[in-house]
C-alpha cells in the first residue's frame, strides 16, 4: 500500500510521520517528525514507571532541555493516577532549520528520536484556498458551496495581511457511503462551480495559491452506459462498454451546470467495487438518496427490500463485512491540483503530508524577517 496522497493529515503546530515502537520511554513529538520552524509545539516524555525528578532527563543534540528549549520542563511524577511519571512542556519552538536528536534517559535506559525542523523561502502567495473533498455533514437549507466560496472570499479579501481557506465539499463522500452515485457526481459538479469561483478571484490578482484535493477515494469506475433501447430484459445486457459505451443522452446543462434530468434513456454506467448487500437498479434514485441495506437480524446489514420490484433490479451480494451497511473508503493516490504562487511545488507523487509544506512555503511562515 502506498502512503502518498492518502489523506490531509495537517496540524499548524506539526506534521508527524510514521509511530513509534513500544518502549520504556515515549517521546512526543514522535521520531521523524516534521516540524515547521518556529512554530509551537508541546513536548511530552513518557516514563515507564514513577521515577524521582533528578532522574528524568532530556537533552536536544545534547544540550540539557530547559537550555534548549528556554525553559525547564514540568515533572508530573504521577501522571493522573497511573504508576508512571512524565515531563511535560507546552508551547515551545525550534527556529532553526535542521535536524535534532532528543535523547530521553530514567537513569538506566534511555530513548533517542530524531525531529526535522524545516524553514521556508520567503511569502510568495499572500492567500491560500485549499479545497478538498471530504467529510463534513451538511445541514438542511444551509447556502449551497459555491455561495458559501464567494461569501467567503468577499469577506476574507478585506484583510490585510491575506488569508487561508479551507473549503470542503463534504457531500461527495456522504452520498458514495450509500452508493449513491449520481448524487455524488452532482456534488462534484458544485465543487467545481465552487473551485471556478476562486480561480475567478485568483486571476484578477496574482497572489493566491488554490489547491483541489481529496482525503481519500472511494472504490467506483465509470465503465460506459446503460442504455434503455437495448432490447433485454436483464440490465446487464444494456450495459454498452468499450466502443459500445458510445455517448449518454443527458440534456445540456443548465445555467448552473448541472444536467437538468438524471433519468435519461442513455445513462452512465458507474458501479462501486465495494458493498454490502443491495439491489442494483441501474438508475438514479429521483425519490430520494440511496439506502442500500438496512439493518437485519445479529446486528447484520440486508439488502432493502424497497428496490427490490424496481425493473430490472438485481441482487448484489455485499463483499464487505455483514456489519456494514454502506460502502466504505479506498485506498488508491488522489489527484492534487494547483494554481498560483507556490503551484510549481505540485507535480509528481507527493506524500500528502508535503501539502501542508507547500502551504506554509507560500506563505513564507519561517521566513526570515525583513531587514
Ligand atoms: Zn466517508
Known sequence: MTWRILGLAM???AVVLGAAPAGAITIYPIDRAQILAGSRFDLKVEFDGVLGAADAKVTI?????STALGRPATFVEREAGVAASALLLRDVSLTKPGRYAIVASDGKTSRTVGWEVYGTGPRKA????????????????????VDMVKTALTVLARHEDGFVLLVESGLIDKYSHPLDWERAVMDTIMLDRAVAVAKEFAGARNDTLIMVTADHTHGLSLVGTVDDSVRSQEMRDRIGVHEKAGYPNYPPANDEGYPPRLDVSRRLAIFFSVFPDYYETYRPKLDGPFVPAVGGPDKSYVANEK?????????????????APQGVHSGEDVLLTATGPGAERVRGFLDNTEVFRIVVDALGLAAAPAQ
Request: no cysteine; hydrophobic share 35%.
Open 126 to 145: 499572500r492567500n491560500v484556498i485549499l479545497f478538498k473533498q471530504g467529510t463534513v455533514t451538511s445541514f438542511p437549507e444551509q447556502p449551497d458551496l
Open 11 to 13: 496540524t499548524w503546530a
Open 61 to 65: 543534540d545534547g544540550t540539557d532541555l
Open 307 to 323: 428496490y427490490k420490484d424496481t425493473p430490472g433490479a438485481v441482487l448484489r451480494v455485499g463483499n464487505l463485512p455483514h456489519g
